[in-house]
């Protein structure tokens, strides 16, 4: 291992460097980037249908400021200076996200010749560039069509993810290094279905707990349409949070028990055990779709990886309101610019947890990093950087099998509810003029991958 000062001194940059080496991760383990479509692309002309994401981003009080994603990075057109960057920073992979509404603008049906072409190009400049293509189907641009179709909603969405994902298997699944059904689950059911933060915005527990199910089933439905086309090398990306309880209490020790079966157990357990935990079909018992255990087996339905999301812990306390089963307290951490508590130790626990009690499959880290106040000077991201990169090294000392990290975000971009005011990227990007200016984090990731892919 060297230190922080041969580091520094091997990159022949200043700022905060990496103290470890790449070889400490083995020759085989992927160093990428990830962003989303929605986040970057803008370019919404073209023949893109429109999404659950620019009427909600439309509607006053949903997202700071108004911010929507109309333009974006405009990734859509500058995507190949985006693609630069990755190469020179170093980094074997990317991992990017379809929009379903630009390859079908309407959900289903007609195909947008132009949106073939985007990703096309997109794919083969990667390619060119000795860039891994790690794809994701669904990062959350639902097509409004099918939203007018009851979404996540209705059963029925399976046969529709399925269909898109066939598309996307024979056009570019030869290409592809590997493909996520999903990303963030639990975002895409609970986040905008009950607590109302994400596109479509409902505040529902019947919505959310149908949601729950559907986006797994539908999962399952899309990796045996995958196959069928061929694609090769599937898997799903959930976002898990460690849960703890606030004090040791008995009832807060239970209220955490609660939010990690809400959080990660439902995912974990239906995916890697066709199974949900039993406190949550006791409590969503009144609103989840009848039968919906005979869809059991597609949605546990055997994966070649499994990505991980991780950002922060959840806090825990019992719940003083009624009908509420937890609630959620802030900690006493240092935190990232939007406000999550910045715990390294959290991420070695989940993965060492997740290869002990889930899967054996090979484990990815797909998202990790954080949010800093606007600046090409990010040392607090290189150090968070460091300290969850550190993490991976600790869980794979204790057997769990992680064979790839991946920094979110290459880019500032749009961060949703919290439109363009948090910035995760490793690259600063001045939205007036489109100008990429990268960081003192990007020059760390440099520094470690230089010259050695
Ligand atoms: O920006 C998001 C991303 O779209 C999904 N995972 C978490 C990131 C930070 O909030």
């Known amino acids: 291992m060297l230190s922080a000062e041969s580091a520094t001194a091997r990159a022949g940059r200043g700022g905060v460097m990496f103290s470890f080496d790449r070889r400490d991760f083995g020759p085989e383990f992927i160093f990428g980037v990830a962003t989303a479509a929605y986040q970057i692309e803008g370019g919404q002309g073209d023949g893109r249908g429109p999404s659950i994401w620019d009427s909600f981003s439309a509607t006053p009080g949903n997202v700071h400021n108004g911010d929507t994603g109309r333009e974006a990075c405009d990734h859509y057109r500058l995507w190949p200076q985006d693609l630069d960057l990755i190469r020179d920073g170093g980094f074997d992979a990317y991992r990017f996200s379809f929009a379903w509404p630009r390859l079908i603008p309407e959900g289903t049906?007609?195909?947008?010749?132009?949106?073939?072409d985007f990703y096309d190009r997109l794919i083969d400049g990667m390619l060119e560039r000795g860039i891994k293509p790690y794809a994701t189907l669904y990062h959350w641009?639902?097509?409004s069509a099918l939203?007018?179709?009851?979404?996540?909603?209705?059963r029925d969405i399976a046969g529709w993810f399925a269909d898109y994902a066939t598309l996307v298997a024979e056009k570019f699944g030869d290409r592809l290094h590997a493909t996520a059904t999903i990303n963030e689950p639990w975002c895409v059911a609970f986040l905008s279905h009950y607590l109302g933060v994400h596109a479509p915005g409902y505040r529902d527990l019947r919505a959310a707990a149908r949601a729950m199910h559907h986006v797994l089933f539908a999962h399952g439905t899309a990796?045996?349409?995958l196959r069928a086309a061929g694609a090769k090398n599937l898997g799903i990306v959930l976002n898990l949070e460690k849960s703890e309880p606030a004090t040791d209490s008995e009832a807060?020790?239970?209220?955490?028990?609660?939010?990690?079966a809400l959080f990660n157990r439902w995912y974990l357990g239906g995916i890697c055990k066709g199974q949900y935990p039993a406190e949550l079909t006791e409590w969503l018992a009144p609103y989840l779709p009848e039968d919906y255990q005979r869809?059991?087996?597609?949605?546990?339905?055997?994966?070649?990886?499994?990505?991980?999301?991780?950002?922060?812990?959840g806090l825990y306390k019992a719940s003083s309101q009624p009908g509420r089963p937890v609630e959620r307290v802030e900690g006493p951490l240092e935190k990232t610019d939007i406000g999550w508590e910045i715990y390294p130790q959290g991420l070695t626990d989940l993965l060492v947890r997740v290869s002990r009690e889930y899967t054996r499959i090979p484990l990815y880290v797909t998202e990790n990093g954080m949010a800093e106040v606007e600046g090409d000077d990010d040392p607090r991201r290189t150090r968070y950087y460091e300290d969850h990169l550190k993490a991976v090294l600790a869980a794979r000392a204790e057997d769990a099998d992680v064979r790839g990290y991946f920094a979110w975000s290459l880019l500032d971009n749009y961060e949703w509810a919290e439109g363009y005011a948090k910035r995760f990227g490793l690259v600063h990007?001045?939205?007036?003029?489109?100008?990429?200016?990268?960081?003192?984090?990007?020059?760390?990731?440099?520094?470690l991958l230089h010259n050695t892919r």
């Open 109 to 116: 049906g007609a195909v947008n010749p132009a949106g073939l």
């Open 141 to 143: 641009d639902l097509p």
């Open 147 to 154: 939203q007018d179709r009851g979404g996540w909603m209705n």
């Open 223 to 225: 990796v045996d349409a």
């Open 252 to 260: 807060d020790r239970d209220a955490a028990g609660f939010g990690d």
């Open 295 to 313: 869809d059991m087996e597609v949605v546990s339905r055997p994966l070649d990886w499994l990505g991980i999301n991780y950002y922060t812990r």
């Open 429 to 447: 990007v001045d939205y007036a003029t489109q100008r990429r200016t990268p960081k003192s984090s990007y020059r760390a990731f440099q520094g």
